[in-house]
Each structure stands twice: as C-alpha cells, then as structure tokens.
C-alpha cells in the first residue's frame, strides 16, 4: 500500500504521461487486460482513459484493473487514471520511503 507521500511523487512522475491503454464501449475485454498486464511490466506507471458510463462504473473498472493486476491506483480524474504496480527487474521509478 503506497504512502500519501508516494503517491504524490508518483502523482508528479505521471504528469508528463499519455495514456496508453484506453477503455471505451466494449470495456475491459482480455485483450485489453493483457495490454495493462504488458504497459505496468514494462513501464509500472501508467495512465489509462476510462470513457465508459458514469463515475460509479469507472470506479468499478479501475477496483476491476486492480485486482486484476495487482496494481494500485495512484489517482484518478475525470476519465483518466494512474496505476502503478513495482517491477524488481526495471530500475526506472525509486520511490522514497
């Protein structure tokens, strides 16, 4: 579980960011899952477009992406979200205590 402080040096990392995987009509097909499963294993901070229904099934979709990949969810606004999830192979992201 991050810490209020990690998740805000999180937060500025992922400013910068473009969102690589978005969710529209269809939802979250196992097409889809693997492209967030393959982006948080090689990048571990991702942003993801949610543009599906209404604030509480985009709040369904991102407890759903996850438990799915065990990730967690940095921050969410409006239709984007954050997610990130450690990979000990990758040395990109150090973040503080």
Request: glycine residues 8%; charged residues 25%; positive net charge.
């Amino acid at each position: 579980m991050l810490k209020d402080a990690q998740k805000k040096f999180l937060r500025g990392r992922a400013h910068g960011l473009k969102p690589v995987v978005w969710i529209g009509g269809s939802g979250l097909s196992d097409t889809v899952s693997a492209e967030i499963e393959q982006a948080l294993a090689s990048h571990e901070l991702i942003k993801i477009r949610i543009r599906v229904g209404d604030s509480a099934m985009r709040d369904e979709f991102i407890q759903r992406i996850c438990q799915a990949c065990k990730a967690e969810l940095v921050q969410r606004i409006g239709n984007t979200a954050i997610f990130y999830r450690t990979n000990p192979e990758l040395t990109g992201i150090v973040i503080p205590a």
